[in-house]
């Protein structure tokens, strides 16, 4: 060695900050099964048998259509899934989809819904509530809807229950609901740290903050880990940014923009992401260009890694999985032979580093959670491969 230790003491001294931000910042890997879609359901809507009519009225839309939206092969797989799992993710929503229709009314509601989840058959993977926001003129009202369904839960959250809180602006209301959340669970005798919630981005001030920085590069520090995941808000977020009514979509450059900088935000914490909706649905006269449209929205928010999105209408679960399956169906094979030629050390022309080899873990343990790939079609056992994804 020919530098003396004062350099190494100087640069640690110079580094310290970047050091301590480093260490601060939330890191864990994006593991377990994530749904593809969250279906929002109104609060009024809501009862023990809407997961079996969503897939009943999906199944009923592709028995009337003279064509089908996705290619025969497909067929079966995704008529088999409208009748094993329709919903991945289910939402009883007090927001948007629901309104304000007064306190007595709302209290109610929630009190229903919150004895029809104990009853909800079949249930599906992962269920929640969305809230009404935690800006001043809904904030009681929010809070108030998720006391009462937990009280009429009465300690039996299933697994999977997340509570999404949409047009967050700040970090301070990420890190409120934090601490709502612990009162909450002693409140109601839930375990510890078992209420986790998920944001929406749809207000300008969630992506670019007042002083010119990244507000949800904040929002995961400031949920003392019970932030589980990013929302887009289509259509709230074009709306405040003037696009025209007509213009807003998944795919417009302001979208991509937001979405964009949610993923950088997070990547590396754990939070997982989901893109939006589309709001043109597969009804009427239009059903075929409709079911076109959000094929090919889902693949475009999957090759740009959201592998979640919502769906608002029955007749979207055909296009939302034959989507997600010709993905993963799409990109098994070289998944499975670059995956394999790295874990062999063979050449396959294509040096693939270890992040990339997680991610070639990751696709394939997608592709089998939603039920795209068979496990037969994998040579890996899902261990090593949740191991490699989680290394």
């Known amino acids: 060695m020919t530098l003396p230790e004062s350099v190494y003491r100087d640069l640690d001294a110079q580094l310290a900050p970047v050091d301590a931000v480093l260490r601060a910042r939330p890191r864990a890997a994006v593991t377990g099964r994530q749904p593809v879609h969250t279906v929002y359901v109104p609060a009024d809507k809501f009862g023990p048998s809407v997961v079996s009519a969503w ?114 602006s700040a970090p301070a209301q990420v ?109 009427g006269p239009g059903i075929q260009a409709a079911w076109q449209l959000h094929h090919r929205l889902v693949l475009r928010s999957l090759a740009r890694g959201f592998y979640q999105g919502w769906d608002l209408h029955p007749a979207q679960l055909p296009t939302r999985f034959a989507a997600t399956y010709a993905f993963f169906r799409g990109g098994s094979a070289p998944a499975v032979e670059r995956l394999g030629a790295y874990l062999e050390r063979r050449s396959s022309g294509i040096l693939d580093e270890p992040a990339t080899a997680r991610a070639l873990a990751g696709f394939l343990l997608r592709g089998l959670d939603c039920g795209a790939l068979d496990p037969p079609e994998v040579p890996f056992t899902r261990p090593d491969l949740e191991a490699l994804w989680a290394s």
């Open 55 to 168: 897939g009943s009225a999906a199944l009923a839309a592709l028995d009337a259509s003279s064509a089908l939206p996705f290619p025969e092969e497909l067929r079966d797989r995704v008529v088999a899934k409208l009748a094993r799992e329709p919903v991945e993710d289910l939402r009883i929503d007090f927001e948007d989809g629901y309104g304000d229709r007064g306190d007595d009314v709302e209290d109610a509601a929630a009190a229903a819904a919150g004895a029809a989840l104990l009853s909800l058959s079949p249930a599906p993977p992962f269920v929640g509530l969305r809230i009404k926001s935690l800006e001043e003129g809904t904030r009681r009202r929010g809070v108030r809807t998720l006391d009462l369904f937990l009280s009429a839960v009465d300690g039996a959250l299933p697994p999977g229950f997340v509570v999404t809180v949409p047009k967050v």
């Open 175 to 283: 890190a409120a609901m934090a601490r709502l959340c612990a009162q909450l669970e002693l409140a109601h005798g839930l375990p510890a740290r078992s209420l986790l919630f998920e944001a929406q981005v749809e207000t300008p001030l969630a992506v670019l903050g007042p002083d010119g920085t990244a507000t949800v590069s904040r929002l995961a520090a400031a949920a003392q880990g019970r932030l589980v995941g990013l929302h887009y808000g289509t259509y709230d977020y074009s709306a405040a940014l003037g696009v025209a009514a007509a213009e807003q979509s998944l795919a417009h450059p302001v979208a991509d923009h937001a979405k964009a900088v949610m993923q950088v935000a997070v990547a590396g914490t754990g939070v997982r992401l989901s893109d939006g909706s589309c709001n043109i649905l597969p009804v």
